[in-house]
């Protein structure tokens, strides 16, 4: 059984200038702009939704999800492996380079 997305989401924190300036907590318990509070839980669910094991898979994220994710996810991670090992593992010529994981 899989349970596809059937409609985009578009988040619209931007079209909210009041949430901007306000603080939420995290999960954590660490302070967050509340504007991101909307794409951090879709992005919860998604990873979720794929924890289940019911057939929903990453190569099943919305394009909207990655676009959206993907950049915060590489400024996060990159910078904690070293270069060199990230280059030779981009152009295929080495291992995968040691990231510190999320969280």
């Given at each position: 059984m899989s349970f596809a997305p059937t409609t985009r989401l578009r988040l619209p924190s931007a079209r909210f200038p009041r949430w901007h300036g306000i603080d939420s907590r995290d999960v954590g318990g660490e302070e967050r702009p509340a504007h991101t509070v909307v794409s951090s839980r879709w992005h919860e669910v998604e990873v979720h939704h794929v924890d289940l094991g019911m057939g929903y898979r990453?190569?099943?994220?919305p394009d909207d999800l990655v676009d959206s994710w993907l950049p915060e996810a590489r400024e996060h991670f990159l910078p904690?492996?070293?270069?060199?090992?990230?280059l030779a593992w981009l152009v295929g010529r080495g291992s995968a380079p040691r990231i510190i994981p999320w969280g």
């Open positions: 990453p190569q099943d994220w904690t492996a070293d270069q060199r090992e990230l």
